[in-house]
């Protein structure tokens, strides 16, 4: 998969100079021999901080071995000026984590008060006002502390990818879905860069390639990834037109970014000039890491490249669209289990996801456009969706929006998709999502979510919430469990 960072951490000691350097220095090579043994990719750095001038040998030393995510690890109580000087300097995505003693049998020479060095450090990040990510203990084994490494490594690659992301833009936000504008501003705030363009200007784009020399071989390409499902052959060679189109604009356009991910508007007019739905297009180039959104959906596509990130596999938007029938709930008893009636719902949109993703699919008709452009015809410029139930197994649903004062807030929730048929149109399954009412009615309600939301195909709402605290958005809503209220639920 393309188009996502390739996280380079480093693990670097620091010592306060009235304790042992040598303490930090061995425990920070029982971690990286962890960190070897489980299989989980680490740097280790020779310098040990505990002065300024140490602060600029370890920069020298972080640029020499290409470091972009840093553990900062206090081996002994560690000096908070230098250790948050550097955090500061050094400038990309910052972990702290510090050494729990080793042995009751060495605490005169052997021990470190790295717990307490954890505060000083704490209280200076503050002062500095850095963003720094800290795991939920970050005092820990050296075992341990190769853990709260691994699970760094995601919540890295979101914070670097997110500021080297440009979201290109085609076509205004439709006025029907009003859901799909808001304010750009803290976008530029996050680093993201955004250039938006006409319609016009995709159009253009796609009559340029005409002929290209590489569309039978991207058209032979999908043909490969549809399988049986290749029910309009005839349409491939212009869907791969439109795809190399968008792909040969991303390459001239990336500018100072490196990472891309699109906003496309995506009907009623397109399908009238360019004689297809793209819906196949954006999931195949999902599949490749470059996210496309519906609808012109700015914050839904940051929201897919963010799960991107988080999980290193394709993403899926979805409407959060309707409820399950109580007919259908009985019937499927079995797949149901113990989730009740209101933890279930079916997420759907009209074509967009991945093959990858899909139980079964094939390539359809969009309903709804057909019903409104090609009245009692035969399908023909709204074909391109790939339909069929999405595959059962876990998933997180997200959303990272922009509200109308351009405050940035997000939610995170785990759950699953039910091996349960849809019995319906699009790409469509059954999710499950555990105390989804009140996460519906406290959370996506209440603080005015759009109603697209981000799929990743895999538990992924520790790295998801630890990314959205580390850039620095504090307004992270989950489905809180039963017995935990959220500040509006009525109390009676």
Same mark, same amino acid.
């Given at each position: 998969m393309r188009n996502l960072p390739v996280v380079n951490t480093g693990?670097?000691? @620091?010592?306060?100079?009235?304790?042992p350097a040598e303490l930090s220095r061995t425990r920070r090579i029982q971690v990286a021999a962890e960190c070897a043994k489980a299989g989980i990719p680490v740097v280790e750095l020779e310098t040990v901080v505990e002065n300024e001038n140490d602060v600029v040998k370890a920069l020298k030393e972080i640029a020499e071995k290409k470091i972009n995510a840093l553990c900062l690890y206090l081996g002994n109580f560690g000096p908070e000026g230098p250790t948050t000087l550097l955090a500061q300097k050094f400038g990309g995505p910052v !972990?702290?984590?510090?050494?729990?003693?080793? /042995?009751?049998?060495?605490l005169y020479a052997g021990r470190g008060d790295a717990y307490c060095g954890m505060l000083s450090a704490s209280y200076n990040v503050g002062l500095r006002r850095l963003k720094v990510h800290l795991p939920s203990y970050p005092v820990g084994t050296p075992a341990e502390v190769a853990g709260m490494i691994r699970d760094f490594i995601p919540v890295a690659r979101v914070s670097l990818g997110l500021r080297n992301l440009k979201v290109f833009s085609f076509g205004p936000r439709p006025h029907d879905f009003l859901t799909c504008h808001a304010p750009i501003q803290p976008l530029f705030d996050l680093?993201?860069?955004? !250039?938006?363009?006409?319609?016009? #200007? !995709?159009? #253009?784009?796609?009559?340029? &390639? &005409?002929? #290209?020399a590489r569309i039978k071989a991207l058209a032979a390409d999908m043909a490969k990834d549809l399988g049986r499902g290749n029910t309009y052959p005839e349409l491939l060679e212009?869907?791969?037109?439109?795809?190399?189109?968008?792909?040969d604009y991303m390459e001239k356009n990336l500018g100072a970014s490196s990472y891309a991910v699109f906003s496309n508007k995506c009907?009623? *007019?397109?399908?009238?000039?360019?004689?297809?739905t793209p819906c196949y297009i954006?999931?195949?180039? *999902?599949?490749?890491?470059?996210?496309?959104?519906?609808?012109?959906?700015?914050?839904?596509?940051?929201?897919?490249? @963010?799960v991107t990130c988080a999980t290193m596999l394709p993403p899926a938007i979805l409407d959060i669209n309707n409820t399950v029938p109580y007919d259908m709930i009985e019937e499927? &008893?079995?797949?149901?289990?113990?989730?009740s009636p209101h933890d279930l719902w079916m997420g759907f949109h009209c074509g967009n996801t991945s093959s990858s993703c899909m139980a079964t699919s094939m390539m359809k008709y969009q309903l709804i456009m057909h019903r409104m452009m090609e009245p009692d015809k035969e399908p023909n410029i709204t074909r391109g969706t790939l339909e069929g139930r999405i595959k059962p197994g876990s998933v997180t649903i997200f959303r990272l929006q922009s509200t109308s004062d351009a405050l940035l807030r997000a939610y995170v929730a785990e759950g699953e998709i039910l091996d349960i048929d849809p019995k319906s149109f699009g /790409?469509?399954?059954?999710?499950? @999502?555990?105390? !989804? *009412?009140?996460?519906?009615?406290? @959370?996506?309600?209440? &603080?005015?979510?759009?109603?697209?939301? *981000?799929v990743a195909f895999d538990h992924a709402g520790r790295a998801l919430y630890d990314a959205m605290r580390l850039i620095g958005v504090h307004d992270v809503g989950f489905n809180q469990p039963r017995g935990m209220m959220y500040p509006t639920e009525h109390p009676f």
């Amino acid at each position: 998969m393309r188009n996502l960072p390739v996280v380079n951490t480093g693990l670097i000691a @620091v010592s306060r100079d009235c304790f042992p350097a040598e303490l930090s220095r061995t425990r920070r090579i029982q971690v990286a021999a962890e960190c070897a043994k489980a299989g989980i990719p680490v740097v280790e750095l020779e310098t040990v901080v505990e002065n300024e001038n140490d602060v600029v040998k370890a920069l020298k030393e972080i640029a020499e071995k290409k470091i972009n995510a840093l553990c900062l690890y206090l081996g002994n109580f560690g000096p908070e000026g230098p250790t948050t000087l550097l955090a500061q300097k050094f400038g990309g995505p910052v !972990m702290l984590a510090a050494a729990a003693e080793d /042995s009751g049998k060495d605490l005169y020479a052997g021990r470190g008060d790295a717990y307490c060095g954890m505060l000083s450090a704490s209280y200076n990040v503050g002062l500095r006002r850095l963003k720094v990510h800290l795991p939920s203990y970050p005092v820990g084994t050296p075992a341990e502390v190769a853990g709260m490494i691994r699970d760094f490594i995601p919540v890295a690659r979101v914070s670097l990818g997110l500021r080297n992301l440009k979201v290109f833009s085609f076509g205004p936000r439709p006025h029907d879905f009003l859901t799909c504008h808001a304010p750009i501003q803290p976008l530029f705030d996050l680093g993201v860069e955004v !250039m938006e363009n006409s319609e016009l #200007d !995709m159009y #253009d784009l796609f009559q340029q &390639k &005409k002929g #290209d020399a590489r569309i039978k071989a991207l058209a032979a390409d999908m043909a490969k990834d549809l399988g049986r499902g290749n029910t309009y052959p005839e349409l491939l060679e212009p869907l791969a037109q439109f795809e190399l189109a968008l792909l040969d604009y991303m390459e001239k356009n990336l500018g100072a970014s490196s990472y891309a991910v699109f906003s496309n508007k995506c009907w009623p *007019a397109f399908e009238k000039y360019f004689g297809f739905t793209p819906c196949y297009i954006n999931g195949h180039l *999902a599949q490749q890491g470059i996210p496309i959104s519906c609808e012109s959906d700015i914050y839904g596509a940051l929201s897919e490249y @963010v799960v991107t990130c988080a999980t290193m596999l394709p993403p899926a938007i979805l409407d959060i669209n309707n409820t399950v029938p109580y007919d259908m709930i009985e019937e499927a &008893k079995g797949q149901v289990r113990d989730y009740s009636p209101h933890d279930l719902w079916m997420g759907f949109h009209c074509g967009n996801t991945s093959s990858s993703c899909m139980a079964t699919s094939m390539m359809k008709y969009q309903l709804i456009m057909h019903r409104m452009m090609e009245p009692d015809k035969e399908p023909n410029i709204t074909r391109g969706t790939l339909e069929g139930r999405i595959k059962p197994g876990s998933v997180t649903i997200f959303r990272l929006q922009s509200t109308s004062d351009a405050l940035l807030r997000a939610y995170v929730a785990e759950g699953e998709i039910l091996d349960i048929d849809p019995k319906s149109f699009g /790409s469509i399954a059954v999710f499950a @999502v555990r105390e !989804m *009412a009140r996460f519906y009615r406290h @959370v996506l309600l209440e &603080k005015r979510f759009p109603h697209h939301t *981000a799929v990743a195909f895999d538990h992924a709402g520790r790295a998801l919430y630890d990314a959205m605290r580390l850039i620095g958005v504090h307004d992270v809503g989950f489905n809180q469990p039963r017995g935990m209220m959220y500040p509006t639920e009525h109390p009676f």
